[in-house]
């Protein structure tokens, strides 16, 4: 057995004691104590995931671990917008966390539509629409908002495209004197030309003192921008690609700067509201096919795929701690960071747990950025596709270990049933499988865990009375491969080759696209019309990149041949320096986001497919781990807890109860005694909860909810509901 096949052994070994694991005296031991500098009312759920601390902790009790099996659906409200289902790939989905003030709960529609509600009853109070009654063409992703609030006035921050938008809480209007009426445009004051980006805020800002600090997703240079939240002036800018002169310059091409994207944060970010410090977590260097072949951004990439500490009145740097240095895997930090205390031997060292994609948690210091527990420098696999140079060295967390396997081998490939076995090992034996850090190849090489992680945007929760975090993670193997880009051929008309320039790369030479991440493009003409695709193809949406630089007639080129097929406007003139400059001429080209599964559709590793975990933070070791999650049919079939893709994160309360939807499959919202992993009550939701729950009182009643919009299932339509429970009375 290798080094690594006995550490899965080890993981496997910790799965199955889960059931009987008794807790240690020491574990007992806790002195009950605040959660360091959460300025929450316990009542309220006022910050995305719970506090700017990033632990979902909240000290609500009514509702407890024995209490919690008569927990009933109190309320639901239904916004009305799902549509899709990931079969026509046009699938909506829900990932807000909602807050709650005040026994008012906040949410966002799945269009993007900020609603308050009575928390008591789900009765709608109002609603603000950022589109103004525009129709929306592209479906919307948003995560919360952000709040602030000087005592008399409350205001809410809704990120909507490119748009930051000031509304008044109690009038549900924007503020007209934020910005240009209310709204501050994203895409300007990047130092690039606003058409050729695509703009837009999936995780909310957060609030320091009169400051909105923001990240950013999209097709765009990922600088974190700070504006004033009575005007909506930019107060700071702090530049994630570094500009000539600014440290970590070196570590890109020289012109990067001014030309590529990336580095952007999109997960959110945690505030050390005592010290003034915001803790930012980035993405990395490339954008979209760009991820896997970095050929055009040769170096470190300073401070893609880093935690940064900044200052968060200034902007000024205070630390960086690289995790993958010249990112070929797309492992962007998914997560904000938790702010926790480490106790070692009597005394609380300050620090932090950033969860990777990569299934490491890191705890550092709070103040330094420096490891607390061991990290090894390791050599790494050289890149064998022509023009890439992968770094030649990576960090490896050595404790706490991995939440989440590292390596699919022979030995760890689904047994499922024999008929799987032997079509994914066929499959394996094609494929490259040597471990964390292998870069993507033209053989095609496994990525484990895969492109959505590991640890995902849900991030993680901690209990500062238990001193545990809590955190779940996928584990489902993906497959990474370049193809040589294919030289146009002459024959083809100006539409065809702009779309196998531009689009093709993402949503597939037939057009297919990759369901559920890119949509098939094949019956786009009957959803737009030509003039909506020309549009579309303008201004982008979410991870749909902006081609604001295309030419007029470039654009109605491929707008009339996607629509029709028909490839039938000669004269277009097609840009040639737009298709340079837009990186199109990369000689590789990243084949598609493809998952590893077996000949049904089922993941092409042995179970746990996904797991929730609770860490203690002041030993490194895991206490409990469960699967999270089921395939029902399998299930009926007798294949139970092997856990299942999950999205969306826990929270944690002083009641003893972790709460967790997230299963992809089973569309379950569950609550586990945190103490143990033992699961307490269970609720199918009319479809799956990818999102991160709340919790609060209203009308002296302690509430959990939670947004179900569904979306990641082929077989299922999508949905559009907010419930929220409490316990029977
Ligand atoms: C980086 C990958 C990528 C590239 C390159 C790309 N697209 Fe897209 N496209 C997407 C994604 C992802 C979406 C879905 C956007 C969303 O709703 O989040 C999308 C959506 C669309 C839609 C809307 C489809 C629908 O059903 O909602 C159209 C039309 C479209 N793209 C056309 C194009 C054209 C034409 C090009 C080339 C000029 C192009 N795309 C290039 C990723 C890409």
Not at 490 to 495: A, F, L, Q, S, T
Not at 499 to 519: E, K
Not at 593 to 622: C, H, M, R
Not at 627 to 650: H, Q, R
Request: proline share 7%; with cysteine; aromatic share 10%.
């Amino acid at each position: 057995m290798t080094r690594r096949a006995a550490m899965f052994a080890r993981m496997h070994g910790l799965l199955q004691v889960t059931a009987s694991l008794c807790l240690t005296t020491s574990t007992l031991a806790w002195a009950e104590q605040p959660a360091a500098q959460v300025d929450v009312a316990a009542s309220d759920w006022p910050y995305y995931r719970g506090n700017t601390a990033g632990t979902a902790y909240s000290t609500l009790d009514e509702i407890n671990r024995d209490n919690a099996k008569s927990l009933r659906l109190a309320w639901s409200f239904d916004t009305a917008e799902a549509s899709g289902s990931a079969w026509n790939t046009e699938a909506s989905d829900m990932e807000c966390n909602p807050l709650a003030i005040g026994g008012k709960v906040y949410v966002v529609s799945p269009k993007g539509r900020l609603l308050k509600l009575d928390g008591a009853t789900g009765r709608l109070i109002w609603s603000f629409d950022p589109a103004d009654g525009q129709p929306i063409a592209s479906l919307h992703r948003l995560r919360g908002i952000a709040r602030w609030t000087n005592g008399k006035e409350e205001r809410l921050f809704l990120t909507f495209e490119r748009g930051l938008f000031a509304i008044d809480a109690s009038t549900g209007r924007t503020i007209l004197g934020f910005g240009e009426h209310g709204r501050v445009d994203l895409a300007q004051g990047l130092d690039r030309d606003p058409r050729s980006l695509s703009v837009s805020v999936v995780s909310p800002g957060v609030v320091f003192q009169d400051l909105i600090i923001l990240g950013s997703t999209g097709n765009l240079p990922g600088h974190i921008r700070a504006f004033d939240v009575h005007t909506g002036t930019m107060r700071w800018i702090f530049h994630t690609i570094p500009y000539p002169g600014e440290e970590g310059y070196e570590t890109w091409p020289k012109e990067a700067y001014r030309t590529l994207m990336g580095a952007n944060n999109w997960a959110g970010m945690t505030l050390d509201a005592v010290r003034g410090v915001i803790y930012i977590p980035l993405a990395s260097g490339g954008m979209a096919q760009r991820d896997f072949y970095g050929a055009d951004r040769l170096g470190d990439n300073l401070f893609a795929n880093s935690l940064v500490a900044l200052d968060a009145s200034t902007g000024k740097k205070i630390w960086a701690y690289q995790f993958v240095r010249h990112d070929l895997w797309d492992r962007d930090l998914p997560a904000p960071p938790t702010l926790i205390a480490i106790r070692r031997q009597g005394t609380d060292i300050e620090a932090l747990a950033q969860i990777t994609k990569s299934g490491e948690v890191l705890l550092l210091d709070r103040q330094t950025g420096i490891p607390l527990f061991p990290v090894h420098e390791e050599v790494a696999l050289p890149s064998d596709v022509p023009g890439e140079v992968a770094a030649p060295t990576q960090l490896r967390t050595l404790q706490p270990r991995p939440f989440a396997r590292q390596w699919l081998t022979e030995d760890t490939l689904t047994q499922r049933t024999p008929e799987a076995h032997t079509a994914v090992l066929n499959t394996f034996r094609m494929l490259r499988s040597r471990g964390p850090f292998d870069p993507p190849s033209l053989q095609g090489t496994v990525i484990l865990p895969g492109l959505d992680g590991g640890g995902e945007w849900g991030g993680a929760a901690f209990d500062p009375t238990t001193r545990l975090l809590y955190i779940n993670a996928n584990e489902m193997p993906w497959i990474l491969r370049l193809k040589p880009r294919t030289a146009m051929d002459d024959k083809i008309g100006p539409g065809q080759a702009v779309y196998l320039a531009f689009c093709a790369g993402c949503h597939g030479q037939q057009r297919l696209g990759q369901p559920p991440v890119v949509p098939s493009l094949v019956e786009v003409g009957k959803r737009f019309t030509e003039s909506q695709i020309n549009h579309i193809i303008e201004t982008g949406n979410g991870r749909m990149p902006a081609f604001g630089t295309l030419s007029e007639p470039a654009r109605s080129a491929v707008a009339h041949f996607i629509a029709t097929g028909i490839d039938s406007l000669p004269d277009a003139t097609i840009d040639q320096a737009a298709v340079q400059s837009a990186g199109a001429g990369a000689p590789y080209i990243f084949e598609g986001y493809q998952k590893f599964l077996d000949p049904e559709g089922y993941p092409a590793i042995s179970p746990p497919w996904g797991t929730l975990s609770a860490l203690n933070v002041d030993t490194g070791q895991y206490l409990w781990r469960v699967p999270l999650g089921e395939y029902p049919e399998l299930a009926a079939e007798g294949y139970k807890d092997t856990g299942s893709e999950n999205y969306g994160g826990p929270i944690v309360t002083a009641g003893g109860v972790l709460f967790i939807a997230a299963t992809v499959y089973d569309r379950k919202f569950r609550a586990f005694d945190k103490n143990t992993g033992h699961l307490l009550w269970e609720y199918v939701l009319p479809e799956a909860g990818h999102a991160t729950p709340a919790t609060y009182l209203a009308r002296g009643r302690q509430f959990v909810v939670i947004a179900a919009g569904g979306g990641k299932d082929p077989k299922r339509a999508s949905g559009s509901k907010i419930l929220a429970f409490s316990l029977t009375r």
